[in-house]
């Protein structure tokens, strides 16, 4: 089976993290609260299997991605990632640090400043994320230099 990487953050991750609002996945138009993703472009998705409580795991962070150790001790060293550039963003899990090419350049915004598509701010990912490579110049069934899929 084909992985399906996220048009935006790059991610191949489709489990959302434990702390995810409860959503109805199967119906369309309805935005996520925390990134303004809507499930008219997730149908991939699937909740994260049930955690226990961290009240009763002294020590975890359940709100956070980062703590997860499958995605820190498996998917990030897995060929795909490390390919990609990966890291664990604490809200939406494995995603490249390569930003779209298509992205407005973060250069000399407030760190205040916030992205109108995912709703990150600038100063939760200085020195973090990087540009895409030039592509303005490259064929219409070229492979992405990042994410290794071709447009569709």
């Known amino acids: 089976m084909a ?3 996220c048009p935006v953050v790059g991610t191949i991750n489709s489990t959302l ?3 995810h609002p409860d959503i109805d ?6 935005t996520c609260p ?3 993703a809507t499930t008219d472009h997730h149908h991939n998705l699937h909740k994260h299997p049930q955690v226990p409580h961290p009240s009763l795991t002294p020590g975890h962070n359940f709100d956070d991605a980062a703590a997860c150790p499958a995605l820190k001790n498996k998917i990030l060293n897995e060929a795909k990632s ?3 550039d990966d890291d664990v963003c604490p809200v939406v899990g494995t995603a490249t640090t390569v930003l779209p090419p298509d992205h407005p350049s973060t250069e ?3 760190d205040d400043a916030v992205c ?4 990150a701010r600038v ?3 200085k020195g973090k994320i990087h540009g895409h490579p030039d592509v303005s110049h490259a064929s219409a069934d070229a492979v992405c230099p990042v994410a290794g899929v071709k447009a569709t």
């Open 34 to 36: 925390v990134v303004g």
């Open 116 to 119: 109108p598509v995912t709703k």
């Open 108 to 110: 000399g915004k407030a």
């Open 3 to 5: 992985t399906m990487n």
């Open 17 to 19: 993290p434990p702390s």
């Open 25 to 30: 996945l199967n119906k369309p138009g309805q």
């Open 123 to 125: 100063d939760h990912h």
């Open 82 to 84: 490390k390919q990609m």
